[in-house]
């Protein structure tokens, strides 16, 4: 079986880097952005099955990212952090297209769960 | 008690605790009071006015209509006397004048003038000629024997030698009868003077006061200058008396007079004084009888001004009663609305910190979470890690901190969420457990049990789950508030029937009087006194009614308070 092939956006570095190392360890392909754009650039070039996105970002926000990925490609499959514990951030999301929504601080055993299963779906 | 006055009555003062929200009891009673004081003086005064008005002006018209017959009637009647008296006096000085010295020396013409006078003039008694000169009695037709009695020396002969005429005031005949006198002097142009005198006995007065026609209660009377009675009175004495009444002399109008006669009751007095001789008719009559009509009309005067006044206070009781419980209504709700509205706003503030709080906090939280997630990972997927276990015990117990943070700030923002009003189908068991989180630490510390008996299938609701958290919360508020320290609350859900699904919250605390269960939905009602707002149960009514549902309540003092609240499975809104 492949690599997953995951885009992990987030603005916290320190959050980013880590859990990219954590997925690493169990055999995903990640990738990182810490803004917006760097992400959708990272989408055209290099499209990834499932991109894991902070709502909560400086710049373009992680709805308007959302939007713009399923503009470029409805297939990636998308799932929100949010911050904010707000469950209307997650509601508005899943409307956009998002695949599923988790609450910071998150469970990987969860993470890889919902990862998993956005992977089946596209199939 | 000027000052104080103004005080009572400071009216700007009554406003102003209007617009003061302290809501004590005194303020309407006060206020209750100045406007009851302020209306009735302003009703009662213009009304005992216009009473009073009424009253004088009745009373002087009333009088002229009063005091116009008994004027007229001492008038006629004085007239009556006068014509009579002047009668006979023109009669004697005819008979002097018609007859000679001569004629009326021999006795028998004597005899028949008073025979003729006696038959159609009634009331004579004698008829006497008497000598001018020496004031000897010449000649004399009558019951008496006066022939030759000398009258020189007596007051009536100087008076009628000097005036011409004369008439006698009353006096006692010799037969004890009362009598007047008139005498006439007539001189001849041969120097020579005579008196014609007769006697007349004074029935004819009495005729004359009877004919006035007076009731029982009055009287009439004829006076002489010296206040001694010519004709008998009824009420004050008999003739010849002194009359215990003074009656000023002089003047020759009719006067009325009210005062107080001897026996002490109110009499109504007229007099008139003749002419000649110096006679005073005197009519009293009790003010009670000619004030009748007066007397009549005061009492309806006065029985209006009471029905009106006894009519006016109590409509300006009720009405104020109405009028100030109407503002207090309005006061109160005013405030209660005003009241609720700062809670609301103090909840939203706390609401708007802890979601800023939990969201700065979350962050940092996340990154604590991977990072002690990777060095668990590193641990587990190295395969000879030195001191694993150590490690791995370690890592776990960062981990568990952090999902106790975790559970904080969603608590946290779970309140914030409180703030909006949202409709939402929820689980009213699991709400209960959330809620009860609010107050596991205090029962632990104190000891109490809670116990749980929640219905195992019970249908979700269409509800606001921050309003029916606050519900619940202050329901058990109440409840931690009310049991002693190991004490225990019961919480059981069940589904009532179709539509309806209930919570019961028991408690064995200490109960509630049946005086303060009537009152434990009404706003700013309290038995925390400082610590209560009063409002938690009222806005707990509030909330359920608005949700479309019912809350009960049933209490024994010392016993326990049991709270049932029925929800509605679909949402009314």
Known sequence: ?123 | MALNLRKWFNIRQSLQMLTNLDSSADRYRLLQRNIRILMIVLTIVPLSMMALINYHQYQSSLREEIINPETLLANKTRHSFELFLRERQSLIKSISYFYTYEQLSDKKTLNHILFTLKKEFGGFVDLGLINGADGTQLCYAGPYKLLGKNYAEQGWFQEVMLKGTYISDVFMGYRKFPHIAIAVQRLEQSGRSWIVRTTIDTTMFDNLISAMGLDAESDAFLLNKEGIFQTDSRLYGKVLEKCPLRIPMGGYATYVEERKGPSGRDIFLTYTHFTYPEYTLVIVKPKSTVLKTWYALKSDLFFVFLASSILIVIVVFRLTGIMVSRIKEADQNRELAFRELQHHHKLSSIGRLAAGVAHEINNPLAIINEKAGLIKDIIEYTPEFAQKEKFSTLVGSILQSVSRCRTITHRLLGFAKRMEVEKENLDLNELLEEVLGFLEKEALYRNIDIGLELAKDLPKIDSDRGQLQQVFLNILNNAMAAVEDEGRIFITTWEKDADTIAVSIQDNGCGMSEDTLRHIFEPFFTTKREHGTGLGLSITYGIVKKLGGDIEVNSKENEGTTFKIFLPKKSIV
């Open chain 1, 1 to 123: 079986m492949d690599r997953i092939k995951i885009l992990l956006v987030d603005d916290e570095k320190e959050f980013v880097t880590t859990l990219a190392e954590r997925l690493e360890l169990r055999n995903m392909n990640v990738s990182i952005a810490m803004d917006g754009e760097a992400a959708l650039a990272l989408v055209e070039n290099d499209p990834p099955q499932v991109v894991i996105l902070d709502v909560m970002m400086p710049g373009l926000s992680g709805l308007e990212v959302l939007e713009k990925i399923k503009a470029i490609n409805s297939r990636i499959q998308v799932i929100l952090l949010t911050g904010h514990g707000a469950t209307k951030d997650g509601i508005r999301g899943m409307q956009l297209g998002a695949f599923d929504y988790l609450i910071k601080p998150i469970d990987i055993e969860e993470l890889i769960k919902k990862v998993n299963e956005a992977v089946k779906s596209m199939v």
